[in-house]
C-alpha cells in the first residue's frame, strides 16, 4: 500500500503555498544584488521578459505534469517513461533542492539573527558577525531544523496554514516601505540605476544570470511545481493561478528593488557589493526611519517566514521522492535529509569570513560569481542547475509525454486556455529549449 497523498485543501491555500515557495529571499535578497551585480535596468528588464516569456508558461508545464501523474518529479518522469534515462531530470532536481537548501538556510539563518539585532538597535558590524563560526552554525542548523518540523507535518497542515496568513502581511509592509524609500535623497539617481536601461552592461553573463534568476524565484527547474501540482485537484485552474504566483512573486522582487536602490544611493554604497548587500543597507534604513527599528524587527520577521515557506518546498522535493518511491515514513525522512543537508550547508556557513579556505574557494572563475563557496554553490544550482533542469522538463513534456496531453491537462479546470494553447505549446517545444540553450552555450564560450 502507498502512503495516501497529502492535496490542498483551497484554492487560495495552493496560490498561497505555490507564492510562499516562489516569495523569499529570492526576491529580497538575491534580486537587488544580483541585479546591482550586472548593473542594473537592463538586467531587470530581461528578467522581466524572461520571467513572462518562459517562466510563467514553462511553470504550467510543470504543474500539468505533477497533476497529471499525482508524483513527485522523478515518479511523474518514471510513470511516463518507465526505467529511461528521463528520470534523470527528475533526480536532478531532487539533488538541485538540496542543494539550494545547503546555502539558502544560511542566509535565512542571517534574517532570524536580524529580528534580534533590529530590536536591540545594532545596525552595523555585519562582517564581523557572518564570520563568526560558532552563531553561523547554530543559526544555520537552527533553519534547517524550523524548516524540517514543519514539512514533517505534511502538506495542508504544515505548509498551507502558515503560508496563507502571513504572505499578505509582507505585501503591506513592503509596499510602506516602498513608499518611504521614494522621499529619500537618493531616490532619483538609486531609481535612475534600477529601471533605466544601459544596453552596454548586457553580456552573456547578465543573459545568464537574468534567465538564473527568473527561475530561482519562480521555483522553477528543479521540480518543485511538479510536486506542488500533484497536490492539486482536476478542478483547479492552473493558468489564472500560475498568473497569481508570477505576478506577486515579481512584483515583491520589483518593491525589493524600489527600497534597496533608493536607500543605497542616499547611502553612496556600492550596488555591486554582492550577497551581504541587503544585510548592510536595509538595517542602515531602519536606524534613520522613525521608529525604524520596530518596523525593521517586524520587516525581519516577515522575511524569516517569507524564507521559510521557501525552505519548506525545498525540502518538500527531496521528501516526496523518497515517499513516493522508498514507502519510508515521511518523519523519518525528512531527518535523513535534513542531516545531508546540514553537513552539505557547512561550507556555505563558513564562507562569509570564519574560513579562509571557504572564503576563497573560487572553483567558478570570478567573471561569474564571488569567490566565497556559498555564491559558488548559488551560481552551480541556483543558476546553472535550474536551468538545466528546465531545458530537460521543458523537452520531455514537449516531445517525451506529448505537448497535446499536457495542454488537455493544463485546459482541465482552465476553459479559457484554449485561446493560447497553440502558442504555449509553441513555447515550451521550441522557445524555451532554444532560448536556455543559447545562453547556457553562451556562458560555456565565455568559460
Ligand atoms: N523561489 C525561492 C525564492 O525566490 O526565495 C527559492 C526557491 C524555492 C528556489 C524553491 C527553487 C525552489 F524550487
Known sequence: MSAPRGQWNSKIGFIMAAAGSAIGLGNIWRFPYVTGENGGGAFVLFYVIFVVLIGLPYMYAELALGR????????????????????????????TGVGILSFYAVIAGWTVAYIYKMFVGQVGGFGAFVADPWSEISLFALFVALTSLIVQKGVSEGIERWSKILMPLFFILLLALVIYAMTLDGAGKGLEFYLKPDFSKITGRTLLAALGQAFFSLSLGMGTMITYGSYLSKNDNLVTSGVSVALFDTLIALFAGLIIFPALFTMGKDPSAGPTLVFVVLPELFAQMPGGLVVGALFFVLLTVAALTSTISLLEVPVSYLIDDHKMDRKTIVWIVAGITFLLGLPSALSQGASEFFSNFGLIPASFTSADFLSQMSFIFGDIALAVGAISLSIFVGWVWGIDKAADEVEKGAPLFAKTRGLWKFIIRFVIPLVILLVLLNTVHIF
Request: net charge positive; glycine share 10%.
Open 68 to 95: 497529471a501523474t499525482q508524483q513527485n518529479p522523478v515518479g511523474a518522469i518514471e510513470k511516463i517513461r518507465p526505467k529511461s534515462f528521463w528520470r534523470m531530470a527528475g533526480f536532478l532536481g531532487v539533488i
